[in-house]
């Protein structure tokens, strides 16, 4: 079975710019929570989809969104990128259920210049 | 809210040494509690969970018991080996479902031989 891919791997973008991750999850998971990490403020939960709605949300400004499509593919976007938003975007998957195992996938570092 | 406080790092053993990293968590309700492990260039992986107190969580030798009297989920090993070297990240679970996660600032483990 195929794990979680993150793409791309890494980016490099300037202040003010956009910018869209993407994460597919593993086959039949229906969850997809998108996390931030960083050496300062470490892993912080950003948001969760399951089956397209968004179900849970972290503390994150406006700028931070996200979508789930019908194949359990999603994308998070970032708007006019600042330089604190430099940092690992780690994408995990489970099935949906209560207290399941999160699949984290490997991350795309994300610099912002 | 909801936090996660771990003991900093980095946590220096030699092959065989006892560990124990220490976690304790500040949450309203009854969250689930996890420990995953973070290898060097690689995603995080579930180490152990529990669900409710008095709950143990062991696997590959590490063992983490859920305390509600003293709100903690230390992690311990009795024996650990160069492989154990990596990132260990205590977490409680929040949110609908308990699928938002809120990770403690990671410890970091250096076993040599």
């Known amino acids: 079975k195929a794990g979680v891919t993150q793409t791309p791997r890494y980016l490099i973008k300037t202040r003010g710019q956009q910018v869209t991750l993407s994460c597919s999850p593993i086959?039949?998971?229906?969850?997809v929570s998108w996390y931030q990490q960083t050496p300062g403020q470490g892993l912080q939960f950003l948001f969760e989809y399951f089956s397209e709605t968004q179900r849970n949300k972290g503390n994150f400004p406006g700028r931070f969104s996200g979508r789930q499509f019908s194949n359990s593919r999603s994308e998070m976007n970032v708007s006019t990128l600042e330089l604190g938003d430099s940092a690992l975007y780690l994408c995990a998957s489970q099935s949906g259920g209560r207290n399941e195992k999160l699949f984290f996938g490997s991350g795309t570092q994300l610099s912002v210049l | 809210g909801n936090s996660v406080t771990q003991m900093e790092g980095p946590v220096t053993l030699s092959e065989e040494a006892f560990l124990t990293i220490n976690c304790t968590y500040t949450a309203t309700g009854y969250p689930s509690l996890f420990w995953y492990v973070q290898y060097p260039g690689e995603g995080l992986q579930l180490l152990l969970k529990?669900?409710?107190?008095?709950d143990k969580g062991s696997n590959k030798g590490f063992e983490a018991t859920y305390r509600k009297e003293t709100t903690s989920f230390h992690l311990e090993k009795g024996s650990v080996q160069v492989s154990d070297s990596a990132v260990y990240f205590c977490?409680?679970?929040?949110?609908?479902?308990?699928?938002?996660?809120?990770f403690g600032k990671g410890t970091t483990l250096s076993v040599s031989s």
């Open positions: 086959s039949g998971h229906r969850s």
């Open positions: 977490a409680l679970s929040e949110g609908q479902a308990g699928t938002a996660l809120i």
């Open positions: 529990a669900t409710k107190a008095d």
